[in-house]
């Protein structure tokens, strides 16, 4: 139980395009999801929490025009970035908490990895 | 705000070695303790938690006791498999999010 997946697992695009990467939660309900971003051999950096039908709340640092997130259910959350340049590839991994069980464990996905021509 | 801060490596070592790695926390309570597990080229999976001060979480061998007098949360493996190769974060809950440690790169070798 409590499956997170992300597709798609890789993307490569071209500097200037914009890259959806979508997050749903299997096998439960999430009223709360949670975008990071990874460099290599680093922890996780948080971007944003999303609310199922609110507006994402963003961490200090993070453009909100560049990295557009949508919740419009309680399984699926987008991530977009938006006119994407090479400093925008990363590792970007999405979790989700569930309505029921403990409170605070997140559940991950996959991550998908942006490279960026 | 509550935090974690443990030992970043790398860690290197043999099959059937004792792994070790520190984690310690600051907390304004008691928090829940998390450890998770990154694979090369894979998302975080939860390895094992503690809820409360001297419990005891495990999993696949692992094991971690929540320690109030010393604010730990150490990680421990008695024997580790080349299978063990990964990242390992220390976490807690930190008002609605998880505050993740550093990480630790550990390289099991055959």
């Known amino acids: 139980g409590a499956v997170v997946s992300q597709h798609p697992s890789r993307v490569i695009c071209k500097s200037g395009t914009s890259v959806k990467i979508e997050c749903r939660s299997l096998?439960?309900?999430?009223?709360?999801m949670f975008w990071y971003r990874q460099f290599p051999k680093k922890s996780l950096m948080l971007m944003a929490t999303?609310?199922?039908?609110?507006?994402?709340?963003?961490e200090q640092g993070v453009e909100k025009d560049k990295f557009l997130i949508n919740h419009a259910s309680l399984t699926l959350s987008t991530l977009t970035v938006t006119s994407a340049h090479p400093e925008d590839s990363s590792f970007y991994i999405c979790?989700?908490?569930?309505?029921?069980?403990?409170?605070?464990?997140?559940?991950f996905g996959p991550g998908t990895r942006l490279t960026v021509l | 705000g509550d935090s974690v801060t443990q030992m970043e490596g790398p860690v290197t070592l043999s099959e059937e070695a004792f792994l070790t790695i520190n984690c310690t926390y600051t907390?304004?309570?008691?928090?829940?303790l998390f450890w998770y597990v990154q694979y090369p080229g894979e998302g975080l999976q939860l390895l094992l938690k503690?809820?409360?001060?001297?419990d005891k979480g495990s999993n696949k061998g692992f094991e971690a006791t929540y320690r109030k007098e010393t604010t730990s949360f150490h990680l421990e493996k008695g024997s580790v498999q080349v299978s063990d190769s990964a990242v390992y974060f220390c976490?807690?809950?930190?008002?609605?999010?998880?505050?993740f440690g550093a990480g630790t790169t550990v390289t099991v070798r055959a």
């Open positions: 979790s989700a908490k569930t309505l029921a069980g403990y409170y605070n464990e997140q559940f």
């Open positions: 096998d439960f309900q999430a009223t709360t």
């Open positions: 999303s609310n199922e039908g609110s507006k994402a709340t963003y």
């Open positions: 907390a304004t309570g008691y928090p829940s």
């Open positions: 503690a809820t409360k001060a001297d």
């Open positions: 976490a807690l809950p930190n008002d609605y999010k998880l505050s």
